[in-house]
């Protein structure tokens, strides 16, 4: 104040910042990112716009409970008055035009549905009475309340309003079995009908063993074989894995081409422990019925039949071919009576135990193996014709039709037991190369074989004789079409793809639905089955999925054990496991004979499926002719035309298009040129076969 310098502090530039402390910024930094933190907590505004939301719904909720009571009670009503009008049943019924022979039923089951609504009504009255004498007015409002709020629920609007149809369905999985409209959907989707065109349910959704299952009708033209064939797409349509779903056409009294039964399991229907066998548990078994094989997937029995047929079992190694083999085997090797030729071309153990019952036994696969398979089936041509001769000879009432008969394959006398063929691996003795001469041709031995196995499938069973091969190559080189065609059953475990497939179960068996390639490796002992004759699962059946029963090697010791002991008891023991292996000397000529003048035809040539079947249709016609529509051909050998093309394509045959006269005019098709079928032909005889 006096004038003087007085030192002062320093003066700052700046402002007041009340800022919180470093913890606390921290807290709130996780609470702002934490997932577990609602959305509304986070902010202050967020807080309000949450509690603007809830106090509007609030105001609405009685108007929504309201609308959605309003809702749940029209929808009781229709579903009651569908359900006492019998209007499921009806439909069915018009649908199937059998309106007028259901009538009396259907007017039946509406009388009783109205006396169990009166029923229900009156008990439910004299309840709400008895409740209102003891309770008074709060009983009937406590009813009121609760069935008020069941019909809100009932009525309540879904993701997707306006209406009770909701935006995410959520899984497909078994929906249909409540609402058929989703299965309606599902074919629609899979493409097996139009988006105009709808099912006719002829069977409701009705539990059968562990599954679902429902009979439909396709609409006019569709057919119930193009469902089989696209199962696929169907399982996936309806979210269930393809092996859990089985198709079949109903056939017979009460089918017709376009009714499909459906069945769908609740879960993989071939996992779980393995199936025993339940030959097990019986002393002896009877050779003419069917042998019990497997389960199929809604676990029904399936037995194979064996007599008057034959059998071939194809699969990749470790799949179970053996295991299946000797299930088909094992009925027989129960029957005293019966004569078993066993052959194994593996050369391991797991046909020693047969070799105590055998009447002649094979095992390995060196040339001398080989070549006592030859003599041995040389022996069972020469014994075949010679059963016919002494069949000849006996009268009308022993032998009625030509035919072995039960009586007759156990009668000691004649001479002629049920005889089963069993060759393991038969691939070894079916491409052997030795050559050989055989009744002045030139010739392998597998050939050979093939011709006399061919014979015996062929002319075989009616004299007694089955013939079971199994092989882990089955391809049209292992297997000569001359031998396969005549097979009767067929059994398919996993194999490489479908052309392996359709060599074991027949031409053009994929294109029905039928592939054994696309069965899962995880699935041991599951296979296509295609049936010569009647089983459990119908006679009309074209093939099944089939899970065989478990027959490991100690239990296959017990039934050779058990079927040598029926043997000795019935003094029927004979030939190799008695030690006689003496072979019978056999005229080879006549056997030659008896295999007829084509076998040393083929032996010159051996086309490969579809092309042998071409050249057989076309006959003569193949050197005369200079070109074949497709259509000519796909309609004479009743294949699948993308599938033929694309083989007839592999073996050296292009399609090509030419003019053709139809009527005054001419018009250009699809077809082969003669000259191009011919030039195939001699470049796989020349490739495959040495000639004579």
Known sequence: MNGDVVPAAPVYDGELVDEPPKVVRRIGDL???????????RSRAALGYAVRDAVAWLVLAPLRFLSGAVRGAVVVGRGWRRWVRVRDYREAAEQSEKLADKFIEIRELTLFRWKVTGAVCAVASAALTVAYVMFGGLALWGVAGVASVVLAVVGRRKDGSPGRKAVLAGPRTLTWTMDPQVLVDAFRDAKLVGKDETLRLV????RVGDGWAVTVDLPATRKAADVIKNRDAL????AVDEVQLIVERVRGKGGHAGRVFLWVADEDPYAGPPLRTPLLDVEWWDAWRPVPFGRDARNRRIDLPLVWTSLLVGAIPRQGKTFATRLAAAGLILDPYTRLYVYDGKGGKDWDSAEQIAYQYVCGDELEHVEAVRDHLVELVAEVQSRYARMATLDDEVCPESKITPAISRDPDLGMPITAVII???????????????GGKKTTL???????????VRKGPAAGIVVILATQRPDSNTIPSRLRAVLGSRFALRVMDWRDSNIVLGEQMNTRGYD????LPSHKGVGILRPDGETDAGADMLAMTVRTYYMPNAEWRVICARGRALREAAGTLAGHAVGDDAVRAIDAVAVVKALGTGAAERWVVELPEPLAAVVDYLGDQLDKREFVPTAELVEA????????????????????RQYVPEGDATRRVRGYMTADIRAAVDEIGATNVEQP
């Open 637 to 656: 050998l009743k294949v699948e035309p993308t599938m033929f093309g694309k083989e007839m394509g592999e073996l050296g045959c292009k399609p090509v």
């Open 516 to 519: 054994a390639s696309t069965l």
């Open 424 to 438: 393991d691996e038969v691939q070894v003795f079916l491409e052997n190369p030795t050559r050989e001469q055989v």
């Open 235 to 238: 399982a996936s349509a309806l």
């Open 31 to 41: 609470w702002q990112r934490s997932r577990f933190v609602p959305t509304a907590l």
């Open 446 to 456: 597998g050939a050979y074989i093939a011709d006399l196995l061919a014979y015996l």
């Open 203 to 206: 069977e409701r959704a009705a």
